[in-house]
Structure formats: C-alpha cells, structure tokens
C-alpha cells in the first residue's frame, strides 16, 4: 500500500492470518490469555513472539469479535478468559471459507508438482 | 515463583510501560497487565532465583518496544500510528469552506472533504475525523448553493446591482 512497506510477504501474510488462527483457537470454547498464547507460539511455522498476541487480543476485544471474562484458577490469581462473540464466529466462518480458496488457487501456481498433475 | 519480587521482570515491566506510553491509557495498562499475568503463568512453576528460566521467558515474549509496534499497528499493510489520529484533510475542509475565498474554498471544502471521509474509512480506525469531513462537505454545498443563488438573482436583475 505504502511505498516503502513491501517487508517480507510471508511475514505480512502471517500478520494478517494470525488473528484468524487465534478466533479459530477458540472455536471450541474459552480459553485464557497465557494457553492461546502458548498454543500460538508452539504451532509451528507462525513464529510469533508471544508478547504481541496480547495486543491482537485487546483489539479484537475492542473489535467486538471476542470477549473476557475474569474467572478463578485452582492456583494463583484470577484469569481472563477469551470466548468468540457472534461476530467472531461470522468473522472466523467468512474467513475460512475465503481462506480455502485462496490457498488453493495459490498452491494451485506456486506448485510445480500440483499444476503437472493437472 | 512471584514474578513481583524478580528484578529482571520489574525492569522488563518498567521498559514496556515505558514504551507504551505512546498508546491510549486504557490500552497501555492492559497490556502491561496482560503481559505481566502471562510472566506470572510462565514462571509459576519455577523456583525463585532461575534465571535462566526467567530470561528464557522474556526471549519468548520478545522485546517491549516490538510489543508496542503490534499494539501500534492497528491493521496489517496500514502505517504504523500512534492511536488514531485527525485526518488532516478534514481539518483543511472546513477551514477553507469557513475561510469561504468567493466561492472557491466551497469547491476545494467539497473536494478536501469527500478525500478525507475516503481516506478515513481505508484507514481501518487509525484516522478519525469523519463528521468533520462531513460538515466540510455540508458547508461546501450551502457555498456553492450560495454561489450559484448570487449568480442567478445577478442574472436575472442585471440593472438593480448598480
């Protein structure tokens, strides 16, 4: 968009993906800041530094498309739980949908074997 | 072990705060908070005095000033901005409909304006300043109905202006 911002491409499709696989996170229910985070930065290949999940969570907070709650743990002080609102689950739906065919049609040309195949 | 009494997390503490103080009080102290909770969880298991253990879970974190940039960066592929700022061109719209110039700062307070209120909504929240942009635009309308008014009752009445 902004001359002088073409960064790494992988890395600015990983920033555009990741709050995607964080709502997706929580498809099955809530969770706490501390195991999404942990989730996040094990999986392999999205080479996060955990501290900067934090600051997606707090917008997609603002965004309306999570929200927290403060619940008690057996051990230490209380923690906030992450669960996707209405429009989150709408949001995550249209991006996976949206997200399947991109893959595809990228895969699809960068592929060699794929397009051989074909 | 508690992550209050480790001096490593204090001073990782202390340059976060200090680098957040570029973001909205709200925001800047829940991300402190947060990341401290996450300290908290991470070294819950470890005795007091590891540092290793300490330092390994501030690596992972990655550094404040990196943290901030994400909480800075609203949207990915926007510049970077610190909160949301007044587009500058909804300022000029109005400006220039109030400064009024004989009719052409209606024109360019209706072209600065609909830029503007452009502008605004491809910035994904960085810029605000829509209902500016929007009383440039209504105050570059009644200008130019102004304009336009003058020049009719003129031309219809050719003799009374002398």
């Known amino acids: 968009m902004e001359p002088g911002r073409a960064r790494n491409p992988v890395s600015q499709l990983r920033k555009g993906t990741l709050e995607y696989c964080v709502l997706a996170l929580l498809r099955d229910g809530q969770r706490y800041g501390f195991e999404l985070v942990r989730t996040l930065s094990e999986t392999d290949g999205l080479l996060v530094s955990e501290g900067t999940i934090y600051p997606l969570l707090s917008r997609l907070r603002r965004d309306e498309l999570v929200s927290t709650s403060w619940q008690e743990s057996e051990a230490g002080p209380p923690r906030r739980y992450y669960q996707l609102t209405d429009a989150g689950k709408r949001a995550l739906a249209d991006f996976?949908?949206?997200?399947?065919?991109?893959?595809?049609?990228?895969?699809?040309?960068?592929?060699?074997?794929?397009r051989a195949g074909r | 072990?508690?992550?209050?009494?480790?001096?490593?997390?204090?001073?990782?503490?202390?340059?976060?705060?200090?680098?957040?103080?570029?973001?909205?009080?709200?925001?800047?102290?829940?991300?402190?908070?947060?990341?401290?909770?996450?300290?908290?969880?991470?070294?819950?298991?470890?005795p007091p005095g590891d540092q290793a253990a300490v330092r390994n879970a501030l690596e992972r974190l990655g550094s404040p000033e990196e943290i901030v940039a994400a909480a800075a960066d609203p949207a990915p592929g926007q510049p970077a901005g610190v909160g949301s700022q007044v587009n500058v061109l909804a300022i000029a719209s109005v400006a220039v409909a109030v400064l009024w110039f004989a009719g052409f700062g209606a024109v360019l307070a209706l072209v600065f304006g609909?830029?503007?209120?452009?502008?605004?909504?491809?910035?994904?929240?960085?810029?605000?300043?829509?209902?500016?942009?929007?009383?440039?635009?209504?105050?570059?309308?009644?200008?130019?109905?102004?304009?336009?008014?003058?020049?009719?009752?003129?031309?219809?009445?050719?003799?009374?202006?002398?």
């Open chain 1, 96 to 114: 996976s949908d949206e997200w399947a065919r991109f893959r595809d049609a990228v895969d699809a040309l960068v592929t060699p074997q794929r």
């Open chain 2, 1 to 46: 072990m508690n992550v209050h009494t480790d001096p490593l997390v204090d001073d990782y503490l202390r340059r976060l705060d200090a680098a957040a103080s570029t973001l909205p009080t709200d925001q800047r102290d829940e991300l402190v908070s947060e990341i401290r909770d996450h300290l908290q969880e991470a070294l819950s298991q470890t």
């Open chain 2, 114 to 162: 609909y830029r503007a209120r452009r502008q605004i909504k491809d910035s994904a929240g960085t810029q605000t300043g829509s209902g500016l942009a929007t009383a440039g635009i209504i105050l570059g309308w009644i200008g130019i109905a102004i304009v336009v008014t003058a020049v009719i009752l003129i031309a219809l009445h050719p003799n009374k202006s002398q």
